[in-house]
């Protein structure tokens, strides 16, 4: 892989919510799950009604996130638009809650 230098730079995280952190909070659906590799935290993705996981980029830059529901272990950078791999792969906190 190559291109990202942001990957080297990914923590180790807690993800900080079983689900979306914001889908929770107003009770909304999400289609897939998107964990930051930065701070831990929790968002849906782009198919989702929220897309909460790009939501977090532009709010924070923090740049990469792994895919979570189910715990897929691939990696994707925000700001280089491509895949990337990550050193590890994040547990699940699990279960994740769903609506459907
Ligand atoms: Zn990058
Ligand atoms: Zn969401
Ligand atoms: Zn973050």
Partial sequence: MS???H???VRSVTPRTLGCEECL???QEW?????CRECGHVGCCDQSI???ATAH???TRHPIIEGYDPPEGWG??????IMVELPDQTPQRGPIPHYY
């Fill in 76 to 81: 994707w950078c925000y700001l280089d638009e």
């Fill in 3 to 5: 291109g990202c230098k």
């Fill in 31 to 35: 289609v897939h799950l998107r964990l």
């Fill in 57 to 59: 980029f532009h709010a």
């Fill in 7 to 9: 990957v080297a730079s």
């Fill in 50 to 52: 929220g897309k909460h």
């Fill in 25 to 27: 909070e107003i009770g």
